[in-house]
């Protein structure tokens, strides 16, 4: 029997108590046997009526200190006290599986360092993409390549709200609760729709791309809170779907450009089609060339089907080197020199706008006047929206 413990039972940790009992079979003939025994589970509230209740514990040095314990799953979310709690299992020997993408942005180096230095593991497959492969996948998988690009729908609440919006004509707020009610958004929902969690999903998918820690703090981050409903369908008419994307992209001067944004993505690429709480994310290598990963991308059995994977894959094998260095990320370049197409809408009129962005084709919508800036850095975009005056919406076209 191999002891574990979950830290945090609220959507994930749940759900990976249900894959524990629904698939008992299948994970212990993956285990060669072996059962899996929830010993511990962290959480301040009781829960009574569970079949599990009777080991819910609020103390964490009795899990830590149990030599019994072989790995602790961490799905309490938030940075504290989940990444002491990490740290502390880690020191004390036992591996830990998260699905805390909070922790891991922030703190993976050091975490990861951790582990390796005492042979142990540290793995998050759970931390982005919900239920899809895309960790180990990039690290093992596309291990040949360089990589060039990565541009990925990483949060499925947004994705849910703007799928929502634009096919039931859904209001923003009622989709929003509804991404709730289904388990998908974080406590704090502004943490999705404001582009946050998304932030952090591609800070660890660059930082595992090109090997040093890159802090969402460095990464500009834009939401989904100004779309609406008419920029949609004006986008749609257009042949665009609008997607919150992190994106990745190694430009020519050798330097890497990070940005969490609402993008205008044409119908002919993949990720055009990726709807409701769906993540997907295309990766390009020098040598693979375009793979596409796709699935559910948040939710309680999805993610915690990415975090038993995480769990088999320690128990199978204890030395995990995965990660990157905790070393500033010399490679990032400048947002607002990169270079791309803008759906521009605003409340100024056609001549104003002609006046500042010269011969474009201005349409109306609605009591805005709308229209494709053409492909413009972001500093020349914002120093001409400055100089219409007026309240103006600008979102990017992915190229
Ligand atoms: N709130 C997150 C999302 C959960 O909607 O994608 C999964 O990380």
Request: proline share 2%; aromatic share 8%.
């Amino acid at each position: 029997m191999i002891n574990i413990a979950i830290l945090g039972f609220g959507v994930v940790g749940s759900g990976v108590a249900e894959v524990i009992s629904k698939n008992s079979k299948e994970l212990a003939a993956r285990l060669d046997g072996e059962e899996l025994n929830i010993k511990y589970i962290l959480d301040k509230r009781t829960f009574p009526d569970h079949p599990l209740g009777s080991r819910v514990t609020d103390d964490i040095d009795k899990i830590i200190n149990d030599e019994d314990v072989f790995l602790v799953i961490e799905t309490m979310g938030g940075l504290h006290p989940a990444y002491d709690f990490s740290k502390k299992a880690l020191l004390a020997g036992k591996s830990v599986i998260t699905s805390n993408k909070e922790v891991v942005a922030s703190c993976g180096a050091e975490l990861l360092s951790i582990a390796r230095s005492n042979n142990i593991g540290y793995l998050f497959e759970a931390s982005v993409g919900g239920g899809i492969p895309i960790i180990r996948p990039m690290w093992q998988c596309l291990a040949a390549n360089k990589i060039i690009r990565i541009a990925g729908i990483l949060n499925g609440t947004c994705n849910y709200i703007l799928t929502k919006m634009e096919k039931e004509k859904t209001d923003f707020e009622t989709a929003l609760k509804e991404a709730q009610e289904l388990g998908y958004a974080e406590r704090n929902p502004s943490a999705d729709v404001e582009g946050m969690d998304t932030c952090r999903k591609i800070s660890i998918l660059t930082s595992l791309a090109f090997g040093k820690h890159v802090y969402p703090e460095k990464i500009q981050c834009e939401g989904i809170t100004d779309i609406t409903y008419d920029d949609i369908l004006f986008a749609r008419n257009r042949g665009y779907a609008i997607k919150l994307l992190g994106t990745s992209k190694m430009a020519s001067d050798g330097k890497v450009y990070v940005l969490t944004a609402p993008f205008l993505v044409s119908e002919d690429n993949e990720i055009a089609g990726v709807n409701d709480v769906y993540n997907g994310i295309s990766v390009e290598g020098n040598v693979v060339g375009d793979v596409l990963f796709c699935g559910r991308g948040a939710g309680s059995l999805p993610t915690a089907s990415a975090v038993m994977a995480d769990v088999l894959d320690v128990i199978r094998d204890c030395r995990k080197t995965i990660g990157w260095k905790n070393e500033e990320a010399d490679f990032l370049g400048d947002i607002s020199n990169n270079v791309t197409d803008f759906y521009i809408r605003t409340k100024a009129d056609e001549n104003k706008i002609k006046e500042v962005f010269g011969n474009v084709k201005v349409e109306k919508s609605g009591d805005n006047s709308v229209f494709f800036a053409g492909k413009t850095s972001q500093k020349e975009i914002e120093e001409k929206i400055a100089k219409l005056g007026f309240d103006t919406v600008k979102i990017r076209v992915l190229d």
